[in-house]
């Protein structure tokens, strides 16, 4: 199954409790997906029974993720829509070089085993 990139055309934040935070991702067509911030081990990324997508980060990851929202254009919602989903994965991305002292294209989930 191939990438999926979907440009996101606007965005709802809701910020809860350190368990519940998330960003929600629409396109002109409709819901595309959900970040979800967790304060515990990270989940994977899946392909929701309704058609969505959810990838889910560290908490840490909000406030890089906020900023990278406010500041640049355009984003992109990328998510790997593979057979198995042991092997999903999700990034919310520019394909602009963001404002800061880092130069990434982006914030995704962290490789299966890594710590960060």
């Known amino acids: 199954m191939p990438w999926i990139n979907i440009p996101v055309t606007r965005y709802l934040v809701s910020i809860g409790g350190q368990y519940s935070s998330q960003i929600q991702f629409y396109s002109e067509s409709g819901v595309i997906g959900q970040a979800i911030f967790e304060n515990a081990p990270v989940s994977r990324a899946r392909k929701t029974p309704w058609g969505s997508y959810q990838i ?30 042991e092997i999903h994965r999700g990034y919310i ?3 602009t070089e963001p404002i800061g002292e880092e130069e990434h294209e982006g914030v995704g989930q962290p490789e299966p085993g890594s710590s960060g």
Do not use: A, S
Not at 57 to 69: A, C, E, H, Q
Not at 71 to 83: A, C, G, R, S, V
């Open 56 to 85: 889910f980060f560290d908490v840490n990851v909000l406030g890089p993720m906020l900023d990278m929202l406010r500041n640049e254009k355009p984003i992109i919602f990328k998510y790997l829509d593979h057979e198995n989903p």
């Open 93 to 95: 991305r520019t394909t």
